[in-house]
């Protein structure tokens, strides 16, 4: 592949850049050479990367080591001679330092259980039994023949309800039952009983029916293959065997139960994350929701359209991601290249499709970026905006042409970033996916992006922070870049972003909204009545609206670019009452005026004593003392009439007869 070495070594200032033509073979040396001076050292081969990681760790004093894919990602490809500024940015790019995330251990000490419907069941577990603890439940056992010596159990029953992962499967299992051990030519079971509780490490499921799992392939230890297939039945009891001891998977969300908006005093209000997690892992706890670590598989759904940033993606966190989308565009930049298109993809999917494109096609264009991610989903609104900030002209997300889940998160974030865009004058095509297995179609799908100008001046910016704070940084940075910005955009509904409108004639300053709102975007006043509103820390999770007694409350989604930086806007404001013993200040005056309007000579405890209606106009303190004074007891009613007994009417009736 041509090399562009000048522009690799502008882009990247003080480096040293040691080029070659056989790195990995005829001048390994080299590489010797530069691992012994003890620096941290990037290799541009990531096919050769066992090689090299091995003469480093065989060179004394030699020091960390990493590596980056330029030669599929940009050398091979029919731009090639053009490609210097791309791949001096990934190189850029590769330096960026990724913050650690934490790791949840799953533990399996081997106990497998096998699911199906007929004898093929037992052949697999003939596989495995020499190396789990293998029990096998056969949904219509016919014709079941016995085995001479029971090496294993085989016992009959339907699987009703699973949950649970790798080391922890809890199953409800019907019509359970176990084979007589007399049984002749074919087993036979004794007594069904439904209800039976089963617990296994790992599960087998070769029953052909619907999965006991949503997104059945992201959770661990649960293994599905058809029993029609011979191939893959025995590629499922080959992971199977694998699956004993312990193994560590990243803990991809970051949780913080303080910032979630779910519910409050029992009224729920977001949803986004509960709707859109594939596995089932997100679940309501009180006001918040909890994230199972363990059947987490990653897809970032949840951290991506979470309003408040309560959960955040930790593979990478999202001012990581954009620290490094900054690298990668202001080094493509640097280095003279144009019209950047930014495309996020996975290494299974993506790097296999570009890996093919590159041996077999013409390659990716060479103002196509790839930025590497553990699951397109998780890219969220903030990523974009970024992006599109530091001066990219589009982006693009490569998905499956089925997708192993629903990505109903990324078309939502998809859907909220067009309108911003659009509103800020990056007119086109902007954001889309691609949705392709076939490396030609993917390439034919990137030339025919439209060339389009991103921003004239880039911003610079360097993101900080929690996810909440880094997406209104990058909105007000890509807002101050872009071609034709306005302050307002209106959004669809939904979006975390808004404002509130209050009737304000029928809003009585009960404050009930400010204290259900999550985010504090909703307060008051310690001093006197006032109902105030911060646009800015508004998610739009609707529970001012369903608290409200008065139903005054409607949500308006939009993005105000001037609430970044706007004070407080006071939505209503009243003179507070007056104790008319004391003068201190309590309540709202309209409020109070109001209430002893409808109670003045309509309620029977406050008709004929103007004592008593003052007592109302009083604050806490005077009203206690003041009902002291006049031994006033609130509860106290009219006399009861007496209780009429039988023997009362009967006596009666003698008493009338007798007269």
Not at 487 to 505: H, Q, R, S, Y
Request: aromatic letters at 6%.
């Amino acid at each position: 592949m041509p090399l562009d070495g000048e522009a690799v070594r502008r882009a990247c200032g003080d480096t040293v850049v040691i080029a070659g033509r056989q790195l990995c073979r005829a001048e390994l040396d080299k590489f010797r050479k530069a691992a012994a001076a003890g620096a941290p050292i990037l290799v541009a081969c990531t096919q050769e990367a066992p090689l090299f990681t091995e003469v480093s760790n065989e060179t004394e004093g030699a020091g960390a080591i990493s590596f980056v894919n330029i030669r599929e990602t940009a050398g091979w490809s029919k731009d090639a001679k053009a490609s210097g500024p791309k791949m001096a940015a990934l190189i850029a790019a590769a330096t960026e330092p990724m913050p650690n995330y934490p790791w949840v251990t799953l533990s399996s000490e081997g106990v497998a259980l096998l699911y199906g419907n007929d004898e093929r069941v037992v052949e697999a577990a003939h596989l495995l039994k020499d190396h789990l603890d293998v029990t096998v439940l056969i949904k219509r056992p016919v014709g079941i023949a016995p085995v001479r010596v029971t090496e294993f159990p085989v016992v009959k029953g339907s699987i009703v309800s699973a949950k649970g992962h790798l080391g922890a499967f809890e199953l409800t299992i019907d019509e359970y039952a176990v084979p007589s051990p007399s049984s002749r030519s074919e087993l036979a079971f004794g007594v069904a009983r439904n209800g039976a509780v089963s617990r296994c490490d790992i599960l087998i499921d070769l029953s052909g029916d619907a999965p006991l799992f949503p997104a059945a392939d992201l959770r661990d230890g649960y293994l599905r293959a058809d029993p029609a297939d011979p191939t893959a039945v025995l590629r499922a009891v080959l992971k199977a065997r694998d699956l004993t001891g312990s193994f560590d998977k990243p803990r991809y969300i970051n949780f913080n139960e303080g910032l979630c908006a779910h519910s409050r005093s029992k009224i729920v209000g977001c949803r986004r994350c509960l709707d859109l997690c594939p596995t089932g892992a997100i679940s309501p706890n009180g006001d918040h929701v909890i994230i199972d670590p363990q059947i987490c598989a990653g897809c970032g759904q949840c951290a991506a359209v979470c309003p408040t940033g309560a959960a955040a993606y930790a593979l990478p966190s999202a001012d990581a991601m954009m620290r490094q989308l900054r690298t990668l565009l202001a080094t493509y930049r640097g280095a003279g290249g144009k019209r950047a298109v930014v495309m996020f993809h996975d290494a299974d999917h993506g790097g296999e499709l570009i890996d093919a494109l590159a041996r077999y096609g013409e390659g990716l264009p060479a103002n196509v970026l790839p930025v590497q991610v553990n699951e397109v989903t998780q890219v969220g609104l903030e990523a974009v905006a970024a992006a599109f900030a530091y001066g990219a002209s589009a982006v693009r997300f490569l998905l499956r042409a089925k997708p192993r889940h629903d990505v109903a998160g990324l078309a939502k974030t998809i859907g909220l970033a067009e309108p911003i865009l659009a509103g800020l004058g990056f007119d086109g095509a902007r954001v889309a996916t691609i949705e392709t297995d076939d490396p030609d179609s993917l390439g034919s799908l990137l030339r025919a992006v439209a060339s389009m100008e991103g921003a004239a001046k880039p911003a610079t910016f360097s993101a900080v922070g929690g996810k909440r704070e880094v997406m209104r940084l990058a909105l007000r940075e890509m807002h101050a870049v872009a071609p034709a910005p306005v302050d307002v955009v209106m959004l669809p509904e939904g979006a975390p972003f808004g404002t509130v409108e209050v009737n304000v004639e029928g809003c009585t300053l009960c404050l009930a909204c400010v204290s259900a709102c999550p985010t504090g975007a909703l307060s008051d006043d310690p001093e006197r009545p006032m109902l105030r509103f911060a646009e800015d820390a508004c998610v739009q999770c609707g529970l001012c609206k369903a608290t409200c007694p008065e139903k005054v409350i409607t949500l308006k989604p939009q993005m105000n670019f001037l609430s970044f930086a706007a004070r407080n806007r006071v939505i209503k404001e009243e003179e507070p009452f007056l104790c008319i013993s004391c003068n201190t200040p309590f309540g709202v005056k309209s409020t109070v005026e109001r209430v002893v309007a409808k109670l003045e000579g309509q309620h029977w405890m406050f008709k004929n004593s103007k004592e008593r209606l003052d007592v109302v106009r009083m604050c806490a303190d005077c009203r206690v003392s003041a009902m002291a004074k006049e031994n006033f007891d609130p509860f106290a009613t009219t006399p009861r009439p007496p209780v009429r007994t039988t023997e009362d009417y009967l006596r009666e009736r003698e008493q009338k007869d007798q007269s």
